[in-house]
């Protein structure tokens, strides 16, 4: 597995990719849900690359951005485990040598659910993604349905901009107790990833949006929004001042 961290060695690792070529990009961290996304690349692709670079520009917070969690050992040693081609490190200057001047931003779905909670978020993600998409070169990319709103931006971005890169949706994997898996998860305690299984009960019960979010206040949820679009219901909500996300298409 090649680790590279400068587009110089990214370059010339790009010259060993043979047949189709599927990415999978990340902020580390990485557990079973990552996992799932590189399983389906491996799966389909001859080549595999997945990048880990926790992208400050999504986030709105400094302070989610100081906490978010990181393992980099683990993710690489998990990563060689699953038989990833390559590996891109990047830091900050490798990947915004304009220091943010350009962004990609979009005017309508991004400003709402997540986005009108976390000004500016999706311009993040949606500049980062374009970036790594013309390094990598892939032909295909993967990312989880969890974060349903990011994927079908992303979508959106890739059939504006007429990109060559195929976006696969892959299912969102859950613990047992329904919770789906999150890299913020780590930060929770026992008693809150307990009460935070609720979450997923609630977004999938027949209750109204209104009537699911009253249910989440009172079990002691900081609820942001329960919204149902186009018969997809969307929560989020943060316990522990950990904030999760979820969605689910209703019955
Ligand atoms: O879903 C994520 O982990 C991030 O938003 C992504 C797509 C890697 C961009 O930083």
């Not at 951005?65 to 900050?92: H, M, W």
């Not at 349903?148 to 990109?163: K, T």
């Not at 609720?198 to 206040?217: C, H, I, M, N, T």
């Amino acid at each position: 597995m090649k680790i590279c961290k400068s587009l110089e060695d990214l370059r010339q690792a790009k010259k060993l990719i043979h047949g189709k070529h599927g990415f999978v990009p990340t902020m580390g961290a990485l557990h079973a849900g990552h996992f799932s996304l590189v399983k389906k690349a491996r799966e389909e692709n001859d080549f595999v690359s997945v990048s880990i670079f926790v992208n400050p520009t999504q986030f709105n917070q400094a302070s989610d951005l100081e906490n978010y969690p990181s393992s980099l050992e683990e993710d690489l040693a998990a990563l060689k485990d699953l038989g990833v081609d390559l590996v891109f490190l990047p830091d900050f200057s490798t990947l915004y040598p304009d220091e943010y001047r350009f962004k990609i931003s979009e005017n309508d779905f991004s400003k709402k659910l997540c986005g009108h909670h976390r000004p500016g978020h999706f311009d993040g993600v949606l500049t980062v993604v374009i970036k790594l998409f013309h390094l990598m070169g892939a032909e295909r990319a993967y990312f989880g349905e969890k974060d349903f709103q990011q994927l079908s931006l992303i979508r959106g971005m890739v059939e504006a901009f007429f990109m060559p890169i195929e976006i696969i949706a892959v299912p969102t994997v859950r613990e047992t107790t329904g919770l789906a898996l999150s890299s913020r998860n780590s930060r929770l305690s026992p008693e809150a990833r307990d009460k935070a299984s609720l979450l997923y009960e609630k977004l999938r019960s027949k209750s109204s949006d209104q009537q699911v979010l009253a249910d989440l206040q009172k079990a002691g949820f900081d609820v942001d929004y329960v919204e149902t679009i186009e018969n997809r219901r969307f929560v989020a909500a943060s316990i522990e001042g950990v904030r999760l996300i979820d969605n689910e298409v209703l019955p």
